[in-house]
């Protein structure tokens, strides 16, 4: 089955400066690949996800990017800020039957610190 | 802003009892799913519902799980006979089944403690 690693697993930075956070997958099959931030006492909350068929897409200060040949993809958080502080995850998935990406795999999360 | 509801938010129970966690769907989603988080590992997948039945489970999903959705509305996770290994986070998450990509919306958790 599909298996995600994620680097690092803590992450401090400087307020204003960029965090990437790392993640490689195991199953060529796999075709959406979505990034969750979970802050305590929260469950997650998608922040951004690209597919397979797309080698970055960009939200505001978030971009993902995606190497399929490599299998691996990443999260760049530019101009960080203190509220980004949180617990990132990333996951990989593929489609199912139907209209559902079905099951997430997740990697293990990086625990960001952004200091002021 | 429609959110995934769970109760409770901490259970605490005895090995061998059989506990129920609850999860309110957002309202026009299809697809149900329950993962699960010990304390320092992953996010593990354990099941995936839709149209009454379960689609796919993992192997940690064995004979002591159970999920229904009892009245259209709830979503339930039973651990019929529970043991210590079972205590984690449980999320419960639901997607509308429809839409490229088809997101899925996480609840805030159950967390489950077995003594």
């Known amino acids: 089955g599909e298996n995600v690693e994620q680097h690092p697993s803590t992450l401090s930075v400087q307020e204003g400066d960029s965090a990437v956070i790392k993640c490689t997958y195991s199953?060529?099959?796999?075709?959406?690949f979505p990034w969750y931030k979970q802050e305590l006492g929260k469950g997650p909350q998608l922040i951004i996800d690209?597919?397979?068929?797309?080698g970055e897409k960009k939200d505001q200060r978030i971009a993902v990017t995606l190497n399929k040949t490599a299998k691996h993809f990443s999260l760049h958080i530019t101009e960080t800020q203190p509220e980004d502080s949180a617990v990132y995850f990333c996951?990989?998935?593929?489609?199912?039957?139907?209209?559902?990406?079905?099951?997430?795999?997740f990697g293990q999360g990086t625990i960001l610190t952004v200091h002021p | 802003e429609p959110e995934v509801t769970q109760t409770p938010s901490h259970q605490v129970t005895q090995m061998g009892q059989e506990v129920i966690l609850r999860c309110v769907p957002i309202?026009?989603?299809?697809?149900f799913y329950w993962y699960r988080q010990i304390l320092g590992q992953k996010v593990e997948f354990l099941v995936s519902?839709?149209?009454?039945?379960?689609?796919?489970k993992s192997e940690i999903f064995d004979d002591q799980f159970s999920v229904e959705r009892p009245d259209g509305s709830n979503f339930t996770l039973k651990i019929r006979s529970t043991k210590l290994e079972d205590s984690a986070m449980y999320f419960c998450?639901?997607?509308?089944?429809?839409?490229?990509?088809?997101?899925?919306?996480f609840g805030p958790g159950t967390r489950l403690t077995v003594l």
């Open positions: 996951a990989a998935s593929k489609r199912a039957g139907g209209t559902s990406y079905g099951k997430l795999t």
């Open positions: 690209i597919r397979s068929n797309v």
């Open positions: 998450a639901t997607s509308r089944g429809q839409g490229t990509p088809d997101t899925q919306y």
């Open positions: 199953d060529s099959a796999s075709n959406y």
């Open positions: 309202s026009n989603h299809l697809y």
């Open positions: 519902f839709y149209n009454n039945e379960i689609s796919e």
